[in-house]
């Protein structure tokens, strides 16, 4: 869940934000103990107001910095009437200079501190999680495990600080406990592992606060950006009035073989619902007669050499690989394909023929989920999951172009080094044909001259918010794939107001 007028959307490697936190206060004549207090006021502030009638806190106080911002935010609940109860962990290594300060104001205040043994009072309504932040490289001390499974385990909703505690800002792994918070409120600037990996299971609804560093962030570049629905007006602009279908490119589809005509057909109709002129399919002959009966607009052929030569010609944009298969059928037309000067999408088993056989193309979108990507970098699926900014990074080393790393957070690279973190979609895209339809958008962007990269983005965006217009109205259970060809057609047309959802 978003906030989507308080998040933006610059992303900061986490190494990179905590080096910049200095330098950032400095630009304003700071002290790093200054922005600590901007911290706790910020996440006291919102805490309150998103829970005005929770009077008992507990809050959960680390060894670090992020446990000085929750000295912080217990000092100032304590002065507006909050009964506050702060367990602190401690540690035979002194606190930073920061959070020794915060520590003692909170003590000065006539503050207790807890020890982590501490029964926790039964009319506990709120529980403030400033356990870890965003150093964690390994998995919590069972000292510290034991308190964020109580945590947990309890009913009182979890307000966390800068990130919850247990969670890898860089990648979004998980390494073992963690907190599944209500609510997570991020200072100065959004982490990669907020936006992937395992993080929409435990942030909750997510807030963002930039601590007065608004213009010192505005100066600064970033590889790292986060999309969502909100930029689908800047990608779809209105039609001119005049224009043609030939204008809005022509795109070949090459997929299909025995037994997964859904696979080609999904991708066929997909294309169109994004804005495609026109889609020809290449399929085999079995599914020519189907397929147009389900989409009479497809123009569907059997795919033969003569006809895949003349395709290729005829096209502005290629996509190969749904339901290919990996019998001489689709490596032959992927043979052909390959040596295409054009942008092109390559998915599902072109991947995987690509795996055998890896090559570096520079015109070429690749869409591979977790298992796929595995294929491709010859490694195990948990080595693609733990480090999954990484792992697009060296698959755009490696094979060339731009990668789509799909999955709750998809991740898209390109050559020059940007990344962007898609923050669209929804547990509902988890069935099958999903990737066929993203491989059919993304085509009919290429077809229309979006760039590549461009195409890769708008295309995951326009695909996960076209599933979070079913979620909104229907929920996630039960959601098929060419159920999003409604909303999809809704989401490319962003400059239309729909006043009918039924």
Excluded at 142 to 155: F, G, Q
Excluded at 212 to 224: F, K, S, Y
Aim: overall charge negative; glycine content about 10%; hydrophobic content about 45%.
């Amino acid at each position: 869940m978003r906030n989507p007028a308080s998040i933006p959307h610059s992303v900061w490697a986490a190494d990179d934000l905590r080096r910049a936190e200095k330098e950032a206060a400095d630009s304003l004549g700071m002290t790093l103990f200054e922005l600590m207090l901007r911290a706790g006021d910020a996440a006291f502030t919102l805490a309150r107001a998103t829970y005005p009638t929770a009077t008992n806190w507990l809050i959960l106080c680390g060894h670090g910095n992020n446990g000085g911002d929750g000295y912080v935010v217990a000092r100032l609940a304590q002065a507006a009437g909050i009964n506050v109860t702060l367990l602190a962990q401690e540690s035979d290594k002194p606190l930073p200079e920061e959070a020794q300060a915060a520590r003692q104001a909170w003590l000065n205040a006539g503050g207790v501190i807890h020890s982590p043994q501490t029964v926790w009072p039964e009319e506990t309504d709120l529980i403030i999680d400033a356990l870890l932040g965003t150093g964690l490289q390994s998995a919590p001390r069972e000292n510290i495990a034991r308190l964020i499974e109580l945590a947990n385990r309890h009913s009182a909703p979890i307000f966390a600080l800068d990130i919850p505690s247990g969670l890898n800002a860089q990648t979004g792994t998980t390494p073992c406990a963690v907190i599944h918070a209500t609510h997570t409120l991020t200072f100065i600037a959004l982490k990669p592992g907020l936006l992937t990996g395992k993080a929409r299971d435990v942030v909750g609804r997510l807030h963002h606060h930039a601590l007065g560093l608004e213009c010192w962030l505005d100066a600064q570049t970033t590889d790292i950006s986060r999309a969502d629905a909100s930029q689908l007006t800047a990608w779809f602009p209105p039609r001119r009035p005049t224009s043609h279908k030939g204008d809005h490119g022509k795109l070949v589809i090459i997929g299909g073989d025995h037994g997964t005509a859904g696979a080609i057909r999904m991708t066929g109709e997909a294309a169109l619902r994004a804005g495609a002129g026109l889609v020809r399919v290449l399929t085999r002959i079995e599914n020519v007669a189907p397929i147009i009966t389900a989409r009479p607009e497809l123009m569907v052929h059997e795919l033969t050499p003569e006809i895949l030569d003349e395709s290729l010609q005829w096209a502005d944009a290629v996509v190969i690989g749904p339901g290919l298969g990996q019998s001489a059928w689709g490596k032959q037309a992927l043979r052909k394909v390959e040596n295409v000067n054009k942008p092109m999408l390559w998915d599902a088993d072109a991947l995987n023929l690509l795996a055998i056989n890896p090559d570096k193309r520079h015109n070429r979108v690749l869409t591979p989920h977790p298992g796929e990507a595995a294929r491709l970098l010859n490694c195990r699926v948990s080595e693609i999951e733990d480090d999954r900014l990484l792992s697009a990074q060296r698959l755009v080393k490696r094979y060339g172009g731009v990668v789509v790393l799909k999955g709750a957070g998809t991740v898209v690279a390109c050559e020059a080094g940007a990344i962007t973190l898609i923050d669209a979609g929804n547990a509902g895209m988890a069935s099958g044909g999903m990737g066929d339809v993203l491989s059919g958008i993304i085509g009919a962007l290429l077809g229309q001259a979006f760039s590549l990269y461009d195409a890769a983005c708008a295309g995951c965006v326009a695909h996960g918010a076209a599933a979070d217009e079913l979620a909104a109205r229907f929920g996630t259970r039960g959601m098929l794939a060419t159920d999003l060809f409604s909303t999809l057609r809704r989401v490319v047309n962003p400059d239309v107001i729909d006043v009918d959802h039924d």
